[in-house]
Every structure is written in structure tokens, then in C-alpha cells.
């Protein structure tokens, strides 16, 4: 078992920053390739950025790349993802998810998920 606590969300202007965290607490955060996903309410769950267990491997959806950034630190079972110009388009609940099988864009191939974080970016 693998519990995901995310952290970092709020209430910013166009154009401005958030870094949201994800503390990792249970099995080795290492052994496992995390992600970023997101959802309004009422919209499917939409994918944001992922990053394989070494960290060395990312990837993106097209709609953040250039303005987020995913990342982790191992030794502090962490998880981060800095975002940059936000737009009100960014608005949604943030989730942290964790996967056995491999960094991917797929929500179905995360077996941890943490509660989420909301971010709302206003014009």
C-alpha cells in the first residue's frame, strides 16, 4: 500500500505560479512511476504529466508543456509539479496517482491515488 497526500493548491491570477507536492508514506515511493492528473467536476479525469521512477523519463499532455514541470526527490518520497502561467483553463482538482507498471498517460494503469488539490486560476 502506497498513501498519496497532495498539497500546494489555491486560488492564483492568470499568469501566475503554484508548485503542488505529493508526500508518498508506505511502500518504497522508488519502486513506483507517478503522475499528475486533474478534474472538473462534471469532466472526465484528464491526464497532465507523468515521470518514470528513476525520474529520468517525463512526459506531458500537449495543453501544460512549456509551462509545467513534473518532478520528484526519492530520498524525501515526494512528488512535485511546478506550474508556470497559468491559465483559467488550469482550474481543476489536482491529483497525485502511483503506478507499479510503468509511467503512462493511462488513469487505468495507477494503483494509488491521493485526495487531491484544488487549483483555481482566475482571469
Known amino acids: 500500500q502506497v498513501q498519496l497526500v497532495e498539497s500546494g493548491g489555491g486560488l492564483v491570477q492568470a499568469g501566475g505560479s503554484l508548485r503542488l507536492s505529493c508526500a508518498a508514506s508506505?511502500?518504497?515511493?522508488?519502486?513506483?512511476?507517478m503522475g499528475w492528473f486533474r478534474q472538473v467536476p462534471g469532466k472526465e479525469r484528464e491526464f497532465v504529466a507523468t515521470?518514470?521512477?528513476?525520474?529520468?523519463?517525463?512526459y506531458y499532455t500537449d495543453s501544460v508543456k512549456g509551462r509545467f514541470t513534473i518532478s520528484r526527490d526519492n530520498a524525501k518520497n515526494s512528488l512535485y509539479l511546478q506550474m508556470n502561467s497559468l491559465k483559467p483553463e488550469d482550474t481543476a482538482i489536482y491529483y497525485c496517482?502511483?503506478?507499479?507498471?510503468?509511467?503512462?498517460?493511462?488513469?487505468?494503469?495507477?494503483?494509488?491515488w491521493g485526495q487531491g488539490t484544488q487549483v483555481t486560476v482566475s482571469s
Open positions: 496517482a502511483g503506478s507499479s507498471v510503468r509511467h503512462s498517460n493511462n488513469d487505468r494503469e495507477y494503483d494509488y
Open positions: 515521470i518514470s521512477w528513476s525520474g529520468r523519463v517525463t
Open positions: 508506505g511502500r518504497a515511493f522508488s519502486n513506483y512511476a
